[in-house]
């Protein structure tokens, strides 16, 4: 295996050809659009690419620390938490090949969704965990968009 | 698609239909930018009678999927129209196709610009007489009988059915996904743990932005586009103006949105605990799933391999800002509450 450069540094070569090479000579507006969300994607695929199994992982691993709770409470949700938590437990493949992380994480946020559900009439410890959880996901989805905007039409 | 040349002759033909000279001629057909599902082209029509210009609303043709209905928009357009006190250009006449070729709506055009392009230049003190005339236009068209309506038109049998079927719909589009995603399980149940006072059920425009109000030259405002209405709750127009203004600034609601609300509020005649920013805020999440929607098919479209449209793999970050959108409002209206328990517990 050739590790370096690395995935996100060779994109980031794509990038660079991109914008210093083939878009000053695109008078087009809408290929001059076309190349502006390549380069987005691009770069979202940069931080995938360095970050995403990682921290698929450790989600998965901090879903199932806070879930375990959640399903030993007395919620009235808890059952459900627990049932989904098993499956998680009991399916997770414990390969590092993105197809099977990508499903167990896909186990992990249906675990995580019950979690929510189950402690939405909390206000304590637990609910702020499982938001925390929720936090801690949409921050890494942030890392990966930049400085993203979504603009609408007019 | 339909070719402004070819278009010409059956709009003459149309128009001669519904009355006019037979002297009539269509000239400076051209279309109109906005929308996305729609064919919408301004024309002249000149006749012994005068000059009028007018605009047609079509269905896009046999190649595209039209997504709502045009005899059922007409059907409520005729209505109001012929009402007299909904704040939109009045609806002129209909073709289910077969002169047109394909079904559309002939209406007045309103020689102005689009209320959101208008508020995008202008300064502090417009923009503040803009949103007065926002919150006396909204109240206008909810004053409107809800049973000018047409059977056609979608109408739920109570508040609390519309609010259900509204949250229900975030649940489907989760369900519907390729992937589990917290974050529209957790605005589900936000939105059902939240449920603000009830409100009066209205006749509704459905997708209520700035971009879907003309400025007549009077300076009066004119809704179009209502191939969404429906009647509903009223603050769901005033959620989903705040939700597009994220995206599309200015916000006019936002510039002073306890004042906006106290404006709406005494002309609609609905208490502050039913109007108030943190309701409105309510709706503005509560109306999302049906533009979130089309966002996720196309997404999970793509993760099928259905598709492979670059606009779409764009997109893809849409999903995530959207969900910073949601978490944002869903914390600020907790805090907000939090602060008024705080406060009240004080007094």
């Known amino acids: 295996m050739i590790t370096r450069p690395t995935t996100a540094q060779l994109l980031g070569a794509v990038r660079t050809e991109i914008a210093e090479r083939i878009a000053p000579a695109i008078s087009d507006p809408q290929l001059a659009t076309s190349l502006h969300m390549i380069d987005h994607i691009l770069s979202t695929l940069m931080v995938r690419a360095d970050h995403e199994l990682g921290w698929m992982v450790e989600e998965m691993n901090a879903v199932q620390a806070v879930a375990t709770r959640v399903a030993e409470s007395a919620l009235p949700g808890a059952v459900h938490v627990a049932d989904a938590l098993t499956e998680f437990v009991s399916a997770r493949s414990g390969s590092a090949h993105a197809a099977d992380v990508t499903e167990d994480y896909n186990r992990a946020s249906e675990v995580l969704s019950r979690a929510v559900e189950a402690t939405s009439a909390e206000t304590g410890e637990l609910r702020e965990s499982v938001l925390a959880l929720l936090a801690g996901r949409l921050a890494h989805e942030e890392s990966v968009i930049g400085d993203f905007q979504l603009v609408g039409r007019g | ?347």
């Open chain 2, 1 to 347: 698609m339909l070719e402004p040349g070819a278009l010409r002759t059956r709009l003459e033909e149309l128009l001669r239909r519904e009355g006019e000279p037979d002297d009539v001629r269509v000239s400076d057909v051209r279309p109109i930018q906005g929308g996305y599902s729609l064919v919408t082209m301004g024309f002249t029509a000149t006749s012994s009678a005068g000059t009028r210009r007018y605009v047609l609303r079509a269905d896009p043709g046999a190649a595209a999927i039209a997504r709502t209905d045009r005899r059922a928009e007409w059907e409520l357009l005729a209505a109001l129209t012929a009402d007299g006190r909904m704040p939109m250009p009045a609806a002129r006449c209909f073709d289910d196709g077969a002169l047109l070729g394909t079904p559309g709506i002939v209406l007045d055009f309103v020689d102005g610009p689009q209320l959101g392009a208008h508020a995008g230049a202008s300064d502090d003190a417009e923009l503040g007489r803009l949103a007065a005339g926002l919150a006396e236009t909204l109240a206008a068209m909810h004053a409107v009988d809800p049973g000018l309506a047409p059977a056609c038109c979608p109408r739920p049998a109570s508040w609390d059915e519309y609010v259900d079927g509204l949250i229900a719909a975030w649940r489907q589009l989760e369900a519907e996904h390729v992937e589990r995603n917290p974050f529209l399980r957790h605005v589900a149940r936000w939105l059902e743990d939240h449920r603000p006072p009830p409100a009066p059920l209205r006749l509704v425009h459905g997708e209520f932005q700035t971009g879907n109000v003309m400025l007549a030259p009077d300076g009066r405002m004119l809704v179009v586009d209502w191939e969404y209405a429906h009647v509903g709750d009223p603050r769901i127009d005033l959620g989903w103006c705040q939700n597009v203004a994220a995206f599309n600034p200015p916000d006019l609601i936002g510039l002073d949105p306890v004042g906006f609300c106290a404006r709406y509020a005494e002309l609609s005649g609905l208490s502050a605990e039913v109007v108030n920013p943190a309701t409105i805020a309510y709706f503005s999440i509560l109306g999302g799933a049906k533009a979130f929607g089309q966002l996720l098919r196309g997404i999970a479209a793509l993760a099928r391999g259905e598709t492979s449209v670059l606009t779409t793999a764009y997109l893809v970050s849409a999903e995530s800002f959207t969900h910073r959108l949601w978490m944002g409002a869903t914390r600020q209206l907790d805090a907000m509450a939090a602060l008024q328990r705080q406060m009240e517990a004080v007094r």
